[in-house]
């Protein structure tokens, strides 16, 4: 009947056996069949009596449960269905149908690499993207590292004002210095020529040499002037190099808030 039984079936799933025209009786037989069917099952993927462990087919068996159960109907093998009368066609029409099976062939293999490409445009894609959050990523890095960089610049270029303005204070306590020692120096100088003017003092030796002593210290004064000038002017320079590196501070900073 076309169908296997592997189990036994319900009294609603007996209907689709039922034949067309039939009796009643059918029921009892396909009942009859359930059952022989009961006594089959499968060991090791094979059908097999239950009533029995030996290698025996089940086919023969199933054809004697046949026998005895003498469905009431035949099957003619010798029915030959009719051969459909032939439909005469075109050669144009033939042509036409030609154009179009090469045209769905062309279709078919268009559809079947669509989904490669829909791949390949896909990881393509995938690459690109992931290539550019990469670069993002190494863009951001070094922004922090510009902006750590800048953030430093700026630590230093207040050190570097705080030092300037040590320096010009140092300098400027040089150079009230040097203008004390220079006007003792100008008034002993002049109380000297005084003195000499009227008479010769007794301790001219001692005089002279703290003269000398005093133009040594004047001198070494005077150097440490010139010394300090040029530390002034080179802090100077890099105090104008760093405001000049400000506003391109400025800029990245607002660069990466507009990223942000």
């Known amino acids: 009947m076309a169908h296997l039984i592997w189990e036994r079936l319900k009294?609603?799933?007996?209907?689709?056996?039922?034949?067309?025209?039939?009796?009643?009786?059918?029921?009892?037989?396909?009942?009859?069949?359930?059952?022989?069917?009961?006594?089959?099952?499968?060991?090791?993927?094979?059908?097999?009596?239950?009533?029995?462990?030996?290698?025996?087919?089940?086919?023969?068996?199933?054809?004697?449960?046949?026998?005895?159960?003498?469905?009431?109907?035949?099957?003619?093998?010798?029915?030959?269905p009719d051969t459909p009368d032939?439909?005469?066609?075109?050669?144009?029409?033939?042509?036409?149908?030609?154009?179009?099976?090469?045209?769905?062939?062309?279709?078919?293999?268009?559809?079947?690499?669509?989904?490669?490409?829909?791949?390949?445009?896909?990881?393509?894609?995938?690459?690109?993207?992931?290539?550019?959050?990469?670069?993002?990523?190494?863009?951001?890095?070094?922004?922090?590292?510009?902006?750590?960089?800048?953030?430093?610049?700026?630590?230093?270029l207040f050190s570097v004002g705080v030092n300037f303005e040590n320096l010009n204070g140092r300098l400027k306590e040089a150079q009230d210095e040097g203008q004390r020692w220079k006007r003792a120096w100008e008034l002993d100088i002049w109380e000297q020529h005084e003195r000499e003017s009227i008479m010769l003092p007794l301790n001219w030796m001692r005089i002279y040499q703290e003269l000398l002593n005093f133009r040594e210290?004047?001198?070494?004064?005077?150097?440490?002037?010139?010394?300090?000038t040029v530390q002034a002017a080179q802090l100077e320079g890099e105090i104008q190099h760093l405001r000049d590196l400000s506003p391109a501070a400025q800029v990245i900073d607002q660069e990466q808030g507009g990223r942000a």
């Open 11 to 80: 009294e609603d799933e007996l209907e689709e056996f039922i034949l067309h025209g039939g009796e009643t009786s059918y029921k009892e037989l396909i009942r009859k069949v359930t059952w022989a069917w009961e006594k089959v099952h499968v060991k090791d993927n094979k059908l097999k009596r239950k009533d029995t462990s030996s290698e025996e087919s089940y086919t023969p068996w199933v054809k004697e449960i046949v026998c005895l159960i003498k469905p009431p109907f035949v099957i003619d093998p010798t029915y030959v």
């Open 86 to 156: 032939p439909i005469i066609v075109s050669i144009k029409e033939v042509d036409r149908l030609k154009d179009i099976i090469v045209r769905l062939e062309q279709d078919k293999e268009r559809l079947e690499n669509s989904p490669y490409d829909a791949t390949y445009e896909k990881n393509q894609i995938s690459y690109e993207h992931g290539h550019k959050d990469k670069q993002v990523l190494e863009n951001m890095e070094e922004l922090q590292a510009e902006k750590i960089k800048i953030k430093k610049t700026l630590g230093g």
């Open 217 to 228: 210290h004047v001198h070494l004064q005077n150097q440490d002037h010139e010394l300090l």
